[in-house]
């Protein structure tokens, strides 16, 4: 179960989207989410990455290496 306040004007357009389509609010909301997770989720990831390597704790590779192990090279 999850309950969310939303700014007035965020709850009226959805109001509105789940009125006009004969779609739940909860609907969207979902949709939302589901929409959006993964890609939260690939920054989180990436953003502690960054730290671990300016941090000195992992190591980066070129992208010329990257791109030849894959046959991406020219």
């Known amino acids: 179960m ?3 306040r939303l700014p007035p004007d ?3 357009r959805l109001e509105n989207l789940a009125k ?4 739940t609010k909860t609907f969207y909301a ?3 989410i589901t929409a959006h997770l993964d890609d939260l989720e690939d920054l989180y990831l990436a953003e502690q990455r960054l730290l671990e390597n300016r941090a ?3 190591d980066s590779v070129p992208l010329a290496d990257v791109m030849k192990h894959y046959g991406l090279a020219d």
């Not at 006009?20 to 779609?23: D, I, L, N």
């Open 2 to 4: 999850l309950a969310i």
């Open 10 to 12: 965020l709850e009226a």
């Open 20 to 23: 006009a389509t004969a779609r």
């Open 30 to 32: 979902r949709e939302a």
């Open 56 to 58: 000195g704790r992992s």
